[in-house]
């Protein structure tokens, strides 16, 4: 295996451009937002955006990318997350240039923007996404304050256990508090939060945003919301649950923008409410 690996090294070409090699699916959105999907020779499993990155070779899973199948593609560059620490090391003594970014919270979600438009020589357009960004942020501010937000991943018709939902580890609770509002969960807890239906009725959520990314399994809007209507929270009292159905929402590259517009379509849906109940 060792010999293989290092006849491959051997042989690798300069081809007077970058070879990068994307492993996870933001990674792989940032760069073909920076103009630059022409230089990832190989993504992941779970890199479906833009359609174009449906035809990239891919070397594995988010968490189980081949060592083997990356040598073998000649990358001058491989970009990860920090879940790929032990990958990057191994890579590193192989001789292969590795980049390892933080897209946990939002100050580092920009930073990977602007570090990877360095990268391919487009800062100027890196810049501009952050600003994007921002703007939308700050769009957030003033439509309504001091209510407690819970945001849920998955397709969830039973809420009896085993529900996950964003805690202060993610920058969605930066998101609702710069909003003016506070994360429902409050919670010192580094890892993924998981609730059961005790937990979500003590959170007592004014509102709650379900990302539930269409996975075509047939299961309505309504079945999805049904069982929240159910629980005596707060949020019950104004039907005030919302579903998010797209991709983006639980992906923290450029789209970012889009579910910042989402989340303050969901602001400015509550306050309808409240102004016409």
Wanted: charged share 20%; proline share 4%; with cysteine.
């Amino acid at each position: 295996m060792k010999t293989i690996i290092l006849i491959l090294l051997t042989v690798q070409t300069l081809w007077g451009t970058e070879r990068i090699i994307a492993l996870s699916p933001a990674i792989n959105e940032i760069l073909f937002a920076l103009d630059s999907g022409d230089k990832i020779v190989a993504n992941t499993d779970y890199c479906l955006y833009p359609e174009a990155s449906k035809n990239i070779p891919k070397v594995g899973g988010y968490f189980s990318p081949s060592l083997e199948k990356i040598i073998a593609l000649k990358p001058t560059l491989v970009i990860m997350q920090q879940n790929n620490q032990q990958l990057s090391q191994k890579l590193q003594r192989l001789g292969i240039k590795t980049k390892v970014i933080k897209i946990d919270k939002l100050s580092n979600i920009k930073e990977a923007i602007l570090e990877i438009g360095a990268v391919v020589n487009q800062k100027q357009k890196a810049r501009k996404i952050v600003d994007t960004i921002d703007n939308a942020l700050e769009k957030l501010k003033g439509i309504v304050s001091n209510k407690k937000i819970l945001i849920v991943f998955g397709r969830n018709t039973d809420l009896s256990k085993n529900i996950f939902v964003a805690g202060q580890n993610l920058y969605y609770d930066e998101i609702i508090n710069i909003s003016g509002n506070t994360n429902a969960l409050q919670s010192t807890r580094k890892g993924q939060p998981v609730l059961n239906m005790e937990n979500i009725i003590a959170c007592n959520p004014d509102i709650v945003l379900l990302l539930a990314r269409d996975q075509g399994d047939n299961i309505t809007d309504e079945a999805l919301i049904k069982p929240w209507l159910e629980l005596p929270i707060s949020a019950t009292k104004t039907k005030a649950i919302y579903i998010n159905p797209h991709n983006y929402a639980g992906l923290p590259s450029d789209r970012l923008v889009l579910f910042l517009k989402d989340f303050r379509g969901v602001l400015e849906a509550y306050k309808e409410k409240a102004v016409n109940p």
